[in-house]
């Protein structure tokens, strides 16, 4: 039985063309470091870094490849950014949409006295930019906000909430774990202060790989979370104050730093406008189609616009766990079903305790792919 793919908003596959290659080379031709050492092969694999810092400014639009930082991933870059900015005594405004990566450190922060307001977005996870600025305290510092839903695939409006940061001398935080590498995001024009990113989903590359793009301005404004050696002022014992070895303490992990850069040289190769235009054509033809099914409550907005290739279905008469079982078991399609790690978007949705079964595509999967997949959803409704 053929496997079918529809699980790219927990991890995209297939991943960019080299990705693989160019890190088993690594491991097996090279295998030294960088910082630490003055050969000429660790002088070349630190070029190789830097220029991947360089290309992620030019997906991003910006142009200060030192404030480019890397992490393990999404999860790591926003607990990096939320817990080296927030103080006691300060508050910060997120969505009613927001992912456990962004929920669980402000709990822990709001224990030392961190405060958060949670906009409530309506039923289709849609964000009122209105009810954002009435949010805002003499002691806010900052928004914090996904830029689409893991759940739903509803696009937030980071333009207007970057205007209202400005007006209001906030700093803005955004979460693009969905939508990195698939909607072109422009740094400044968006007044984003601070980019957190994965490299294992839309932007093609391995697991064990994110970071985060820094202004100047936060980026002196923030503490580390993490120090040790960095290769560079080597004679001190304080933390170096400029990024990024200020927040890159610790040997780097090249391997993924090497996968990243190749699916980079990919997505430059191929274009975000081809890749977001593939998936809203699959998106559409996905949910054009559920419509005539009975049986299921499809979540977000009704049509392909404003929305990532990330729909959310709930079984109405079947539980969602074991639909996504036949799913795999009888016809090989791969999804998730749960709460996504974002109990708080499926309240929002009105799927909590439930959850939902969640499809996601990528450029990668085929027509006949999501045709497949509609007439399994069919099959199993009965």
């Known amino acids: 039985m053929k496997r079918i793919y529809l699980d790219n908003a927990a991890t995209a596959f297939p991943k960019a063309p080299g990705v693989g290659k160019i890190m088993k080379h690594y491991l097996e031709k090279i295998g030294c470091t960088v910082k630490r050492g003055k050969s000429s092969i660790a002088f070349r694999l630190e070029e190789q870094v830097y220029e991947t810092r360089e290309m992620l400014c030019k997906l991003f639009h910006v142009t200060t490849p030192e404030n480019v930082i890397f992490t393990m991933n999404v999860t790591q870059s926003l607990n990096f950014i939320l817990k080296g900015l927030l103080k006691p005594g300060q508050h910060c405004i997120i969505s009613s949409m927001e992912h456990n990566a962004v929920m669980r450190p402000l709990v822990q922060l709001e224990k030392t006295g961190v405060e958060y307001t949670r906009i409530t977005c309506n039923p289709l996870g849609e964000l009122d930019p209105r009810d954002v600025s009435g949010a805002v305290r003499p002691n806010t510092r900052a928004v914090v906000l996904t830029h689409a839903s893991n759940v739903c695939g509803t696009i937030l409006p980071l333009q207007e909430i970057g205007v209202i940061c400005r007006q209001k001398n906030l700093f803005f935080i955004v979460d693009s774990a969905q939508t990195a590498g698939i909607i072109d995001i422009d740094i400044p024009a968006l007044g984003i202060d601070a980019l957190a990113f994965t490299g294992h989903k839309g932007l093609l590359g391995p697991q064990g790989i994110g970071g985060f793009i820094l202004t100047d301005s936060i980026a002196q404004t923030m503490e580390c979370l993490i120090s040790g050696g960095t290769g560079s002022l080597s004679d001190q014992e304080e933390i170096p104050a400029y990024p990024p070895d200020k927040f890159e303490a610790g040997t780097p992990n090249l391997p993924g730093i090497l996968g990243l850069k190749a699916a980079l040289t990919f997505l430059e190769g191929t274009g975000l406008e081809a890749i977001r235009k593939r998936e809203k054509f699959l998106t559409a033809t996905f949910l054009d189609n559920l419509r005539e099914i009975k049986g299921i409550r499809t979540l977000g907005l009704p049509r392909a616009e404003g929305r990532t290739a990330v729909v959310s279905v709930d ?36 799927t909590f305790p439930q959850g939902t079964v969640r499809f996601s595509f990528s450029h990668a999967n085929t027509l006949k792919e999501v045709e497949y997949a509609i007439k399994t959803i069919k099959k199993i409704t009965g």
Do not use: M, Q, V
Not at 323 to 336: D, M, P, S, V
């Open 315 to 350: 079984f109405l008469h079947l539980d969602n766990g074991e639909a996504a079982w036949k799913l795999e078991k009888y016809y090989g399609i791969l999804t998730r079903s749960g709460l996504h790690c974002a109990p708080s978007a499926h309240k929002t949705l009105g």
